[in-house]
DNA sequence: ATGATAAAGAGAAGGCGTCTCATTTGAATG
DNA sequence: CATTCAAATGAGACGCCTTCTCTTTATCAT
């Protein structure tokens, strides 16, 4: 499936701003992007693109299951490609370096509490904040 | 040790606005008071708080790790008093009620993924989103 | 009580994100 | 392929939460 495809399977007409934030999120897989990161991507690629559009693209990307946004500890969203598989975030406080992990057992912990408080999960948010190897020896 | 001496304790010196503010979260355990909502709660009870004061006696109290500051879903921050019970949070996405939970076998887990991947945990958030009982059969 | 210093109050300013509205674009139709 | 109309975009204003600045005030040690 391409990206044409892929957006209208989301039920998103396929238009050059669309396409083109969903190429910036498919060449940086693994990265944490603000909108604002995106939108200079944008125009460093000659493309005009406000800046609203790339927040209301986002969130309707999100919408549609296609990324994932995340507030890391200073409460500003960033965005990553979701590729269907669900990760939790290891966030470094002082250089802000993410490692990502699964953690079965976690994850069926979080469906068994739901469970038992009645809760239908949506989705849920892991963040452990620390310092990495690199922070630690720096002081 | 009474509220004078806790924030002594803290480094903090004992202001009017920190004894009152530290008080109303006292008064209020088990909520997430937002900044705005600890402002109001000052102006009815004839207090002239500044909003910029009560916000930064939060991010003291934070720092002295007398209250813990969350990011539910929409990103703006709430707070409740930290008695060092760390606990994690089911919010319903519908309706915004808050449970919380402590789950020793994921607390347990995240210690050693933080372990395996080299990082020192200073803290970290779980929340899980969804709806809650009452939610689900409102549709 | 007094002085040094931290804290508070008020309002301006900042930052991220959303809204409005005129204009353009996409894609279905003839 | 031209037409058409709803949907999407761009630009900038706007809004909200939070922080900053600066003067005034309060706290605490002496």
Redesign the interface.
Known sequence: MNDEQRLKAAGLKATVPRLKILEILQAREGQHLSAEDIYKILLENQLDVGLATVYRVLTQFEAAGLVARH?FED?H?VFELDQGEHHDH?V??RCGRV?E?L?P??EE??RR??DE?????????????????DC?DKG
């Open positions: 507030r409460g969203a290891l470094c406080t490692e992990f953690d057992v976690i912990r979080q509490i739901a408080a009645g809760f239908r999960i949506t989705h849920h948010q892991l963040y452990i904040f620390g310092l990495c190897s630690q």
